[in-house]
């Protein structure tokens, strides 16, 4: 199965502009080799791939000549990303080092007079979004320094896929958590997703992938765990 970090940030624009002056900055050449290419807006969102190149190097043996040569090959590799200028948020799937490159990319294209911060994701607002929903399942959670005995302290992974009402063991260690694996289906579609203590976020699932209602589910269920 196929998975994407999910890496949330606060965004906000120092001048107003309409989402036309925001692609139209977006889409100009920033730097050399990289491109910011817009695949949908609307009013008050947009979603877009950020392209950026990269030489890797290798070391390959020359049967011909009995040597090893060292190659460098260029390779071109990309990021999604998205917008949600209602909210002030962005969101960007890959790694942390693709996610650096994107907020680089960014802030330069808004010469800078752009906010982008760390956007934490509260446990509390995540157990009462559940609460709201019928549509997500709770498979397992990691807990840490769960008191076993009067002093015996042990860090657990409790399977809840079975369990009637997952969310009252949830919320019974809410403030131990590490980790929550839960998937939810929409539009009969499945997609799985742990949730981290730390903020970050995994996808099981390519963003392509995902159908577009499955994408707001994602994006209403980090807006309201936000803080």
């Not at 502009?17 to 100009?28: G, H, P, Q, T, Y």
């Not at 290419?37 to 290798?58: A, W």
């Not at 157990?127 to 002093?151: P, Q, T």
Request: aromatic share 8%; proline share 1%.
């Amino acid at each position: 199965m196929a998975s994407q970090g999910l890496l949330v940030y606060k965004f906000e624009l120092l001048d107003k502009m309409d989402c036309d002056d925001i692609i139209n900055r977006l889409e100009r050449e920033i730097l050399e080799e990289t491109r910011i290419i817009i695949e949908d807006h609307e009013q008050t969102s947009l979603s877009g791939i950020y392209v950026y190149s990269e030489i890797y190097k290798e070391r390959e043996y020359n049967f011909e000549k009995n040597i090893f040569v060292d190659l460098s090959t260029k390779k071109y590799i990309t990021v999604n990303f998205h917008i949600d200028l209602a909210n002030n948020l962005l969101d960007i799937w890959g790694s942390k080092k693709g996610a650096q490159r994107v907020i680089t990319g960014l802030s330069l294209a808004f010469d800078n007079k752009v906010i982008i911060d760390a956007y934490t994701l509260d446990i509390n607002k995540i157990i009462n979004y559940m609460r709201s929903k019928d549509n997500i399942k709770v498979n397992k959670i990691k807990a840490n320094g769960i008191l076993l005995e009067h002093d015996l302290l042990a860090d657990c992974t409790f399977d809840l896929s079975d369990r009637k009402a997952p969310l009252e063991t949830i919320a019974k260690y809410k403030d131990n958590i590490q980790r929550i694996d839960l998937k939810y289906v929409i539009s009969n579609e499945e997609v799985a997703m742990t949730l981290y203590k730390t903020g970050a976020v995994t996808v099981h699932k390519n963003r392509q992938n995902i159908k577009p209602e499955g994408l707001l589910f994602i994006y209403e269920m980090l807006l309201a765990a936000g803080r």
